[in-house]
Structure formats: structure tokens, C-alpha cells
């Protein structure tokens, strides 16, 4: 059975960094491809970032580029989800999921998914 496990939401003030953590066990994690969504009040839940089964391809959603840096240690079956530069707009749930190697292009919500971190930032 898959699990992800998101940690590492939080409140800060805009203009403030988060690091959230994604780990995983039940699957292989080194042959899937990992991203990041997330979901504000009221709002469809959005791509924000993908990252290949390798580590060497990543995607970015155009209102994160810049400010946002996805990782992940296939050692340690986790994901990682470098949040800078933070706006009052960035307040979301942000949900890890696991779509397998082939999904890169995928920007569609399916596969895998934890529970969700809260990420609030205040102005």
C-alpha cells in the first residue's frame, strides 16, 4: 500500500521560506515521478512542481518559477519542496503525489497522494 507523508507546513510571514517533505513507502519510489499540488479555499487544486523518476528533469508551474525548487533523495524515499519568497497567495494545502515514470508531461491530477500540509502565508 502506498503512503506519502507530508511534514513541514506551517505560518510565516510573506517574503518567508518553508521546506516541505514528502516520504514515501509502499512503491519504488525511484521509478516514479513525484509532484507537488496544491489547493487553496474555494479553488481547484493545481500543479505546482514535477520531478523526474532521476531527479534530472524537473517542472515548474509559471507562479512559482523562481521562488520554488524541487528535490528528491532516492536513498532516503523523499521529496522535497524548497518554498521562497513567499506570498500571501501561496496559501494552500500542499498535497505529495506519485505518478509513475512515464507521467513527466502529465499535468493532470491522478496516482498517489498523501494527506496534505497546510501552508499559510501571512501578509
Known amino acids: 500500500q502506498v503512503q506519502l507523508v507530508e511534514s513541514g507546513g506551517g505560518l510565516v510571514q510573506a517574503g518567508g521560506s518553508l521546506r516541505l517533505s514528502c516520504a514515501a513507502s509502499?512503491?519504488?519510489?525511484?521509478?516514479?515521478?513525484m509532484r507537488w499540488f496544491r489547493q487553496a479555499p474555494g479553488k481547484e487544486r493545481e500543479l505546482v512542481a514535477s520531478?523526474?523518476?532521476?531527479?534530472?528533469?524537473?517542472y515548474y508551474a509559471d507562479f512559482v518559477k523562481g521562488r520554488f525548487t524541487i528535490s528528491r533523495d532516492n536513498a532516503k524515499n523523499t521529496v522535497y519542496l524548497q518554498m521562497n519568497s513567499l506570498k500571501p497567495e501561496d496559501t494552500a494545502v500542499y498535497y505529495c503525489?506519485?505518478?509513475?515514470?512515464?507521467?513527466?508531461?502529465?499535468?493532470?491530477?491522478?496516482?498517489?497522494w498523501g494527506q496534505g500540509t497546510q501552508v499559510t502565508v501571512s501578509s
Open positions: 503525489n506519485a505518478v509513475g515514470r512515464t507521467e513527466m508531461n502529465s499535468r493532470t491530477d491522478f496516482g498517489s
Open positions: 509502499g512503491l519504488t519510489f525511484s521509478s516514479h515521478v
Open positions: 520531478i523526474s523518476w532521476s531527479g534530472s528533469i524537473t
